[in-house]
């Protein structure tokens, strides 16, 4: 079955540190994949997308993600971290014909 | 992008009532998403509506517990049904993205929270 594991359920990063969140997906064929973060009482933003060519793509705020096909990965990384950025991030992946599929997501909290 | 307005934003609810979200987007969409979001979980997809026709429901989500209207391309209304605490969920409104049809590619609303006791 089609799934989309996010490892970490929470991360601490201290402020003005880097950041990596971890996103693993299990399709038959490479889908398509998303980063969306949601703060506190919000909806969903979307961060960045991968469809297909360059595999280190650029999102908003400050973020990228890079596709690694052989990990069967799509992390997400800025390099300098900001209070603001406290909130759940979510990995996705969609395929066409089915619906796009959510990670459990990972809670980003910083400390000064 | 598109905007996406839900109403309410938040309520809490009594057993075994129904109440009904709105969800109104600011542009003309095919599809709109009902996405559930239940305390410390992931979205998961409810239904797809699409403008004159009958919703399209997941796997475990059925229609006499979450009906759905879709009167036109910019408005939808999802009910949840004869509550129970176990509905207590946000609940997404979400569309695809202008021009990107069938990529995945979604706008959100903000969420209806709903606390069912």
């Known amino acids: 079955a089609q799934s989309v594991t996010q490892p970490d359920i929470h991360i601490t990063v201290s402020e003005g540190a880097s950041l990596e969140l971890r996103c693993n997906y299990s399709?038959?064929?490479?889908?398509?994949l998303f980063w969306y973060v949601q703060s506190p009482g919000q909806g969903l933003q979307l961060l960045l997308k991968y469809f297909s060519g360059d595999t280190l793509v650029q999102g908003i705020k400050g973020f990228e993600a890079e596709f690694k096909r052989s990990q069967s990965s799509f992390n997400l990384r800025k390099p300098s971290v900001h209070w603001s950025d406290a909130a759940e991030y979510f990995c996705a992946a969609y395929q066409a014909g089915t619906a796009l599929i959510f990670g459990k997501g990972t809670t980003l909290s910083v400390s000064s | 992008s598109a905007v996406i307005s839900q109403k309410p934003s938040r309520d809490i609810c009594q057993r075994g009532t129904s109440l009904t979200i709105q969800c109104q987007v600011d542009s003309q969409v095919t599809m709109m998403f009902w996405y559930r979001q239940q305390p410390g979980q992931s979205l998961t997809l409810i239904a797809t509506?699409?403008?004159?026709?009958?919703?399209?429901?997941e796997s475990g989500f059925v229609i006499d517990k979450f009906p759905i209207s879709r009167p036109n391309l910019t408005f939808s209304t999802l009910t949840v049904s004869n509550m129970s605490p176990e509905d207590s969920s946000i609940y997404l409104c979400s569309v695809e993205a202008p021009g990107q049809t069938n990529t995945g590619e979604l706008f959100f609303g903000e969420g209806s929270r709903l606390t069912v006791l």
């Open positions: 399709y038959g064929a490479t889908p398509y």
């Open positions: 509506a699409n403008q004159g026709s009958e919703a399209t429901y």
